[in-house]
Each structure stands twice: as C-alpha cells, then as structure tokens.
C-alpha cells in the first residue's frame, strides 16, 4: 500500500499540475472564442471587399514586399516565443531574455509597420471612412495590431515578473499561455496575410 | 521511470527541433504563396484554390509543430474545444459569403422575366 502511495510533496504537485492544466486549457477555450470573433471579421470583410465606393481597390493600395516583411517579423518571432518557451521550461533566465526579447523586438517591428501603413492610408484620405472595403479592412487588420499590442504589454510584464521573481511554476504557466496567445496572432496573421493581401492584389 | 516523464514532457511540449521545422515549413509556404501572387502563376479561381490551400497547410503546420495540438493525452479537451470553434468558424464565414451573395442577386438590379428563368430554373 505504501508503495502506491506517492510522498505528501508529489501528491501536492500532481495537483497543482493539474490545476496549471485546466488554467491553461481555459485560455485555449478563450483562444477558440477570439477565433469565431476574428471569423466574423473576416465574414465581414470578404462580404465587403468589393464595396469600395468608387475608391480604390486592394491591388492599388498594398504594397506586398512591405507585406511579406511584415509576415516574416511577425512569424520569426513566433519561433523565437517558442524558444524563449523551451528556455522557461529548463530554468534558464538568460536565454528567456533573450528569446522574449528578440520576440518583443520584432513585435515591435510588426507594429510600427502596421501603424506607419495605417498613418500613409489615413492621410491619402482613404481612411475606414472612404468606402466599406476600407471598413473592413481597418476593422480586420486593427483588432489583430490591437491584440499584438496587448501581447507586447503582457511580455514586458512578465520579463518584469521573470527579473524579479525568477522561473516559478506559475511564472511557466504564464509564459506558457502567452506563448499560445503569440503563436495564435501568428496564425491570424496568416489568414489577413493570405485573405486582405495576397487575394486582395492578385484578383 | 524519471526518464519516461521527461521523454512524455517533450512530446507535450515540442523541442527545438519541433519548433524550428515548423519555422522553416511556414517561411517556405510564406515565400510559395508570395512568389504565386508576384510572378502571376495563376488567375481568378484558381489563385484563390492555391492560396487557400497553402494558407490551411501552414495552419496546419503551426498547430502541430508550435502550438502541439493533438499531442495531449485522452481526453482531448482541447482538440474538442478547437474542432467546435472550426465549426463555427466554417458555417459563419461560409453562412455569410453565402447569405450575402444572395441579398446581393435579389437587391442589386431588377432582373429581367428571361434572366429569372434563366437563373431560378422556371
């Protein structure tokens, strides 16, 4: 009977692994949700795309170098999320700094070319007032930028969280869920990539 | 007994060599669906079909390799919750195409007695 039986200690961590699980998997069910929002925008913008009130049209508007660099910032720093991840996992604080920050570094990169594309249609005049298309796709590629900034807030704080408190266990599980919100603006990002950009400038 | 947890952690997790694969299938699927569209391979409908499926690869390819999907043990909550949401997913975005294309027949322009045959069948 003894032998079944595991320590107090381990029984204790069994269980609070197992509680990490079900966090984890909330915030995967939470993903899911923001999935059906993200659908419904794309609904929205493939309805409108072609609503462009006599402005122009994607193909006049997108620059697809500018683009495909945006994509591959955005998808570098997926891997390197990844990495910093793998990094959490063996307790090694300074390659966690280092790979959240090269991921932090080209988040930031993906943002201000997102913003410098939305100030240089803002002020050619063909901001989300000029025709529905625009809507849509402000709408769209807006509230992807915006949870790329909320996944840049939630990284420093948790580098914050790593400086000061070192790799916990609830540090990792945190790390851990940001990592899936990163890895899943990621995929967003390739259907806005394939969807607005590549389809919107090659039909 | 030590070692098994660990080899099963990695299997949960990935490795580096997991997430690094992933990387270079998604930059090689990137750069296919970029060049597809640059060099005009294809047009119309059939760029469309091309794009897609190079998109939904590399959907697919994140999942296994960065975000682990399927690698959890029974029962798989996860894999549930996400073929749910793809439902979801697929009849909203294929409802509305399919709703508004509609409206858009009935509003756009009066048809003519010939092009309602034409297009209803009667």
Known sequence: MSEVLAPPEVQHLNQRQEADAKTV?????????????????????????????????????????????????????SFTAGLGLLAARRRDRN???????????????FLSLEISEFHKLYVEGNSWRRSGFLSAFFTLVGTHGAHITAGLIWMAVMMARVARQGLGSVTIKRLTMLSLFWHFLDIIWIFIFTIVYLMGAGI | MNKAVV???????????????????????????????????????????????????????????????GRESKPRWNLTVMAFAAMVVVILVFGSLWIMKNLQYNHAKIPSTEQIIKDEGY
């Open chain 1, 25 to 77: 998997f909330g915030f995967w069910v939470y993903l899911m949700t923001d999935c059906v929002l993200f659908a419904s925008l794309f609904a929205a913008f493939a309805v409108l795309r072609g609503n462009t009130f006599g402005g122009p049209a994607g193909n006049e508007l997108f620059s697809l170098p500018f683009v495909l660099i945006e994509t591959l910032a955005l998808l570098t720093s």
């Open chain 1, 95 to 109: 390659q966690v700094f280092l790979w959240f920050g090269i991921t932090m570094l080209l988040g930031f990169f």
């Open chain 2, 7 to 69: 080899s099963h952690h990695e299997a949960a997790h990935g490795s580096v060599k997991t997430y690094a694969t992933g990387f270079a299938f998604s930059i090689i699927l990137t750069l296919a669906a970029y060049l597809l569209v640059v060099k005009n391979v294809f047009n119309g409908w059939g760029l469309i079909f091309a794009l897609a499926a190079l998109a939904v690869t590399q959907l697919l390819v994140q999942l296994v390799f960065f975000l682990h999907v």
